[in-house]
């Protein structure tokens, strides 16, 4: 993960401008938002808040690649934004806000709309023009001069980048991956408009080359001794990761782990129903939580997944908390229930696909999702669960 000096502060913890930390955090928070936008869209997340006198101006993420725009850095959209909000391409009294160190295109946009300031977030080793790299903002011999503050909330900007790259790497390996003759693998178009990248896994000896999709949010790759809590989440029959789209959000300091099973979401589709026991999938997670290096996992689930959720304790996996949402969180209706069911729709473009659907016997119900307000209610419970210091004993 990328890291930074903090620049241009004092020695009380203040900017040099006197703005209060919580209102950097405030803002940064808020283009943390526009990043993870970006991402879904499939773009490097960035994003970025333009603020004047405590309010918002305007807002921007990246978008070179839907845009076919080399310059559509969320910094330019933002600024691009605020010159028509505010009727003058000089953004004097302006503070900018952005989740990566500014390369040397935006950093000299910046210069030239004359801010007051300058706040981002991860450092950029690579392209970074506020120090990293080189310092635009440094050059004393500019007509004007911004300042700028680094490292706000730079852990969670960078977890964003390093997710978003290694889940791209994953998918890059994916893609060479040849399919088993007896499964089959749902397109990626068919997933266009809901959350991703995935990584992926296909090693483990209880695959047998079927390849596993899974999100890791709060992990550090190569990392066995990190002490967060590991949070395991397993949707229902019929569903898939996707369920747990808010989670991992609203679990600050947890490392979220969210499997699609076998049969389900991104992951391989075997052909035939005997595959699908919950044994078989149980031993296929317990390789894969070994494999990852984890310790102790508390788990949250679907009420589907119960007797898995029993086998997996059994053989060890799962030694923390165990919650199983409640079904009342699970009910959504109108244009809710429209949507979850296009997502859980979206891996089973034909019969061919269904196999795990007949061996899990899903039964008809009435739509299911988890809405962002239920997923805050569910972290609540689980917080309160663990209590304060987590689940570890030691």
């Known amino acids: 993960m990328p890291m930074v000096e903090p620049l241009s502060q004092t020695s009380a913890g203040l900017p040099a401008d006197g703005a209060p930390q919580d209102e950097d955090h405030r803002w940064m928070a808020l283009a943390l938002d526009e990043a993870r936008a970006a991402a879904a869209a499939g773009e490097v997340p960035v994003g970025a808040v333009l603020v004047r006198d405590g309010r918002m101006v305007a807002t921007g993420r990246n978008a070179p690649v839907a845009t076919h725009d080399p310059s559509a850095h969320a910094e330019m959209a933002a600024l691009r934004a605020a010159g028509q909000a505010l009727g003058n391409y000089r953004l004097d009294g302006c503070t900018l806000y952005v989740t990566l160190e500014p390369c040397?295109?935006?950093?000299?946009?910046?210069?030239?709309?004359?801010?007051?300031?300058?706040?981002?977030?991860?450092?950029?080793?690579?392209?970074?023009?506020?120090?990293?790299?080189?310092?635009?903002?440094?050059?004393?011999?500019?007509?004007?001069?911004?300042?700028?503050?680094?490292?706000?909330?730079?852990?969670?900007?960078?977890?964003?980048?390093?997710?978003?790259?290694?889940?791209?790497?994953?998918?890059?390996?994916?893609?060479?991956?040849?399919?088993?003759?007896?499964?089959?693998?749902?397109?990626?178009?068919?997933?266009?408009?809901?959350?991703?990248?995935?990584?992926?896994?296909?090693?483990?000896?209880?695959?047998?080359?079927?390849?596993?999709?899974?999100?890791?949010?709060?992990?550090?790759?190569?990392?066995?001794?990190?002490?967060?809590?590991?949070?395991?989440?397993?949707?229902?029959?019929?569903?898939?990761?996707?369920?747990?789209?808010?989670?991992?959000?609203?679990?600050?300091?947890?490392?979220?782990?969210?499997?699609?099973?076998?049969?389900?979401?991104?992951?391989?589709?075997?052909?035939?129903?005997?595959?699908?026991?919950?044994?078989?999938?149980?031993?296929?997670?317990?390789?894969?939580?070994?494999?990852?290096?984890?310790?102790?996992?508390?788990?949250?689930?679907?009420?589907?997944?119960?007797?898995?959720?029993?086998?997996?304790?059994?053989q060890g996996a799962i030694a923390g908390p165990r919650l199983v949402i409640p079904p009342a969180a699970l009910v959504v209706r109108g244009a809710a229930a429209e949507d979850a069911a296009r997502a859980w729709a979206a891996p089973f473009p034909d019969k061919g696909h269904e196999a795990a659907l007949r061996a899990w016997a899903a039964r008809r119900r009435p739509v299911q999702d988890l809405s962002a307000d239920a997923a805050r209610a569910l972290a609540a419970r689980w917080q309160a669960l663990e209590g304060p210091m987590g689940y570890s004993r030691e």
């Not at 011999?141 to 852990?155: I, K, P, R, S």
């Not at 889940?167 to 003759?181: E, S």
């Not at 070994?290 to 959720?309: F, Q």
Request: aromatic content about 6%.
């Open 104 to 314: 040397a295109m935006c950093a000299g946009a910046m210069l030239h709309a004359r801010l007051d300031r300058v706040v981002f977030g991860a450092a950029d080793a690579r392209t970074g023009a506020a120090g990293s790299v080189l310092d635009l903002f440094g050059i004393g011999q500019l007509n004007h001069h911004t300042a700028v503050q680094g490292g706000v909330m730079d852990e969670e900007c960078g977890a964003l980048l390093q997710d978003f790259f290694r889940g791209r790497r994953a998918q890059a390996r994916a893609q060479a991956q040849p399919v088993r003759d007896d499964a089959l693998r749902t397109p990626e178009a068919r997933f266009a408009g809901f959350d991703g990248p995935h990584a992926f896994v296909s090693e483990l000896p209880a695959l047998g080359g079927l390849r596993l999709a899974y999100v890791d949010r709060g992990g550090v790759a190569g990392d066995c001794t990190q002490r967060r809590p590991v949070v395991l989440c397993l949707h229902g029959a019929g569903q898939w990761g996707h369920l747990f789209r808010h989670l991992p959000d609203l679990l600050p300091g947890h490392r979220v782990l969210i499997p699609d099973l076998i049969g389900f979401g991104r992951s391989d589709k075997p052909k035939k129903e005997a595959l699908h026991t919950r044994e078989w999938h149980a031993e296929v997670l317990r390789q894969w939580l070994a494999a990852l290096g984890v310790g102790e996992v508390g788990l949250i689930l679907h009420p589907d997944m119960s007797g898995l959720a029993d086998l997996l304790a059994g």
